[in-house]
């Protein structure tokens, strides 16, 4: 079974603060996403990636940087977190045209 | 408006009731994905179809291409089947790079 792990499962960082998400997939996947996920607005892309040192910018990539060093691991930085980053996010990847796998999510509160 | 509508926003059942979500598009699509999610937890993979029917333990999933619309069908529903049921599809623009529209999810509780 593919698995999709995020580094943590809550997490509360201060306003200004500099937010590292980790996300490892064990599939060899090329393609690798992150969400967010908010009540009413449903999932939106904020970045994909499909193959190492690749990026493109989602729907919301404003706020957001990431990171792909290596093929396996995919990470969402919050340059200066913001309040209105208070948010579930989620990590995918997938091999080419096939159904995405998903994390178990990470709740981040930024107060 | 959005590119996947779904229908209901929330649904409360009792158990054993057959139950349906519909999902329409906007769209022209290569296909069509059905995901679950529970509570606090991951987003699960369901179905992935782009004709027909397919079918898994209680739950089915219909399209019709011509329409633009999907169902999900949940027969002798159960109290574990709460939680939200999300339609995403892959535009057929925009290169293979499976980047999916998201429905804003359905809200299942199923009461006892």
């Known amino acids: 079974d593919v698995k999709v792990t995020q580094s943590s499962r809550y997490l509360v960082k201060r306003t200004g603060e500099k937010v590292f998400l980790e996300c490892v997939q064990d599939?060899?996947?090329?393609?690798m996403f992150w969400y967010r996920q908010d009540p009413g607005l449903g999932l939106r892309l904020i970045y994909f990636?499909?193959?190492?040192?690749?990026?493109e910018k989602g729907d919301i990539p404003e706020g957001y940087s990431v990171s792909r060093e290596k093929k396996e691991r995919f990470s969402l930085i919050l340059e200066s977190a913001s309040t209105n980053q208070t948010s579930m996010y989620l990590c995918?990847?997938?091999?080419?045209?096939?159904?995405?796998?998903f994390g178990d999510g990470t709740r981040l509160s930024i107060l | 408006k959005n590119e996947v509508e779904q229908s209901p926003q929330n649904l409360t059942a009792q158990e054993g009731e057959f139950i349906t979500i519909n999902c329409s598009y906007s769209?022209?699509?290569?296909?069509l994905h059905w995901l679950q999610q529970h509570p606090g937890g991951g987003i699960v993979s369901l179905f992935m179809?782009?004709?027909g029917k397919k079918k898994h333990g209680r739950l089915i999933a219909t399209i019709n291409i011509q329409e633009k619309h999907s169902s999900l069908h949940i027969t002798a529903s159960h109290p574990r089947d709460s939680a939200v049921y999300i339609c995403?599809?892959?535009?057929?623009?925009?290169?293979?790079?499976?980047?999916?529209?998201f429905g804003t999810g359905t809200l299942l509780a199923v009461q006892p």
């Open positions: 769209v022209g699509i290569s296909a």
């Open positions: 179809l782009s004709s």
């Open positions: 995918a990847s997938s091999f080419e045209v096939q159904p995405q796998h």
């Open positions: 599939m060899d996947h090329e393609n």
């Open positions: 990636s499909y193959d190492v040192k690749m990026k």
């Open positions: 995403a599809v892959f535009p057929n623009y925009g290169g293979a790079t499976n980047k999916l529209i």
